[in-house]
């Protein structure tokens, strides 16, 4: 679900959104070249493939954890982000409810 929107919250502004997002594919496409330098290396050391088998192992990996990475980056950010959005409502009630005079 790469190129679906990002469901939004009505009390979670939309720069905060974009950022979990940006930061996610920032994170996500650190993952997947890591992830497939190491693979190529693996695959041409460890399980002696041509230069060529290496190669697109190492991209075939990338991608796919480059892009399993960004997902999960962005479901932990966004979960993130909706934690502290309900705990400031809560806090926000609980203030409200203390101030509030008592009969």
């Given at each position: 679900m790469a190129g679906?929107?990002?469901?939004t919250s009505a009390a979670l502004p939309a720069d905060a959104i974009q950022?979990?997002?940006?930061?996610?594919r920032k994170e996500g496409v650190f993952a997947g070249l890591t992830s497939g330098l190491a693979s190529a290396v693996i695959g041409s050391r460890l399980f002696s493939f041509k230069r060529n088998t290496a190669l697109f192992c190492g991209v075939l990996s990338g991608v796919l954890s480059g892009v399993l990475f960004t997902q999960a980056f962005k479901e932990t950010a966004m979960a993130q982000l909706h934690a502290e959005e309900a705990r400031l409502r809560y806090q926000h009630l609980?203030?409200?409810?203390?101030?509030?005079?008592?009969?």
């Open positions: 679906s929107t990002p469901k950022r979990v997002t940006s930061e996610a609980n203030d409200t409810d203390e101030t509030s005079p008592q009969s």
